[in-house]
């Protein structure tokens, strides 16, 4: 059972930093992209940054030189430093990625997609 676990979503005020971190555990055989997505109150989810297992970071337009994208593949882990953040940044945070749990056979890969439970990120002015 593979699972994604969020930390360190919280409350912050305007221009301040946050760092969130992801970490996937369970029956893993490979990762391929891990990436961070956010929803905000009435809002659809939208991809905030997302990086390749060679470490290729993309961004969305609003994020661009404020976020910073990692990940550390001997900890299974993908992270998302958060600078300058603004009230429009308000969101519940998720962690994305998608894993391969055993290996391949003749018949493909049984990669999927998961998702973590979210943690909450809210910017005051």
């Known amino acids: 059972q593979v699972q994604l676990v969020e930390s360190g979503g919280g409350l912050v005020q305007a221009g301040g930093s946050l760092r969130l971190s992801c970490a996937a555990s369970?029956?893993?055989?490979?990762?391929?992209?891990m990436g961070w997505y956010r929803q905000a109150p009435g809002k659809q989810r939208e991809l905030v940054a997302d990086?390749?297992?060679?470490?290729?970071?993309n961004y969305a337009d609003s994020v661009k030189g404020r976020f910073t994208i990692s990940r550390d593949n001997a900890k299974k882990s993908v992270y998302l430093q958060m600078n300058s953040l603004k009230p429009e940044d308000t969101a519940v945070y998720y962690c994305?990625?998608?894993?391969?749990?055993?290996?391949?056979?003749?018949?493909?890969?049984?990669?999927?997609?998961?998702w973590g439970q979210g943690t909450q990120v809210t910017v005051s002015s």
């Open positions: 990086i390749m297992g060679g470490g290729t970071p």
């Open positions: 994305n990625a998608d894993i391969t749990p055993t290996p391949c056979s003749s018949r493909g890969c049984l990669t999927q997609d998961y």
């Open positions: 369970g029956s893993i055989f490979s990762i391929n992209r």
